[in-house]
């Protein structure tokens, strides 16, 4: 017997990854900050909408995912963002670069996919 309802939460995008964002603003002094962010990834386009229209309330930010790390300054030293992807298991490299993070989800999850069929 398979338990399908087990394995449709193993798939589940939200279970297995985050999208790491970097993201910058200003603190009520004026000064500038910056905070790593994983969202979930079924909350990408709600948090983009809210960072893109301005309204994005980190105090607030459990229904988008996790605050992983944030501090004042202009951009966060190269170790804490080489910490952060050994945090998330990904490459540091990556996190500038152009990529459509959905499609990588997507992609992940047929790679399991196939791997469990594989060893079934």
Same mark, same amino acid.
């Given at each position: 017997?398979?338990?399908?309802? %087990?394995?449709?939460?193993?798939?589940?995008?939200?279970?297995?990854?985050?999208?790491?964002?970097?993201?910058?603003?200003?603190?009520? %002094?004026?000064?500038?900050?910056?905070?790593? *962010? /994983?969202?979930?990834?079924? @909350?990408?386009?709600?948090?983009?909408?809210?960072?893109?229209?301005?309204?994005?309330?980190?105090?607030?930010?459990?229904?988008?995912?996790?605050?992983? *790390?944030?501090?004042?300054?202009?951009?966060?030293?190269?170790?804490?963002?080489?910490?952060?992807?050994?945090?998330?298991?990904?490459?540091?490299?990556?996190?500038? @670069?152009?990529?459509?993070?959905?499609?990588?989800?997507?992609?992940?999850? /047929?790679?399991?996919?196939? @791997?469990?069929?594989?060893? @079934?």
């Amino acid at each position: 017997m398979v338990d399908t309802e %087990h394995n449709e939460d193993k798939y589940d995008p939200d279970n297995i990854s985050r999208i790491i964002m970097l993201v910058y603003g200003k603190m009520e %002094h004026g000064g500038p900050f910056w905070c790593y *962010v /994983a969202v979930k990834p079924s @909350q990408y386009d709600a948090f983009k909408a809210a960072e893109t229209g301005g309204t994005l309330d980190l105090y607030n930010f459990d229904e988008f995912g996790e605050i992983i *790390v944030s501090a004042e300054g202009e951009t966060p030293p190269e170790e804490v963002t080489v910490k952060v992807a050994e945090m998330y298991n990904t490459d540091p490299s990556k996190f500038f @670069q152009p990529v459509d993070p959905k499609q990588v989800i997507e992609d992940k999850i /047929a790679d399991m996919k196939r @791997q469990d069929a594989e060893n @079934q």
